[in-house]
């Protein structure tokens, strides 16, 4: 959701290209609000452990790979999950744009005319 035009944003997309989303409507540069990754990074971190509670207290055989490559896998589906859900997205700050005016020199004073004034 564009918090400036109200379009909509896909949430998917919004989850994939959380630092650089232009806003297909209004063109608003946006980007998702830090909180959101934080919170998607702690419930992944949540589910992988939680996952890897489970799956050490119930496996036999290969108990030391198996609960850490399933926590890793909770991790990697949860974590884009919940930022898909949660995303906020808010206006990103105005890219720094090149200075147009004070690298050419104004038009009305020739810079290059006169060579250096005397005092
Ligand atoms: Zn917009």
Redesign the pocket.
């Known amino acids: 959701m564009?918090?400036?035009?109200?379009?909509e944003?896909s949430a998917p997309e919004s989850a994939a290209r959380s630092n650089d989303i232009v806003?297909?409507?209004?063109?608003?540069r946006?980007e998702v609000a830090p909180g959101s990754r934080t919170i998607s990074s702690i419930c992944g971190l949540a589910a992988g452990a939680i996952v890897w509670r489970l799956s050490s207290g119930s496996t036999s055989d290969l108990g030391g790979v198996l609960p850490t490559l399933y926590a890793f896998l909770a991790f990697g589906i949860v974590s884009p999950l919940v930022l898909m859900l949660t995303a906020n997205l808010r206006n990103a700050p105005a890219v720094p744009a090149p200075e147009p005016a004070h690298a050419a020199s104004p038009a009305g004073h020739s810079a290059g005319g006169h060579g250096a004034p005397h005092h």
Do not use: F, S
Request: glycine content about 0%; aromatic content about 0%; overall charge positive.
């Open positions: 564009c918090p400036h035009c109200k379009a944003i806003c297909p409507k209004c063109e608003t946006l």
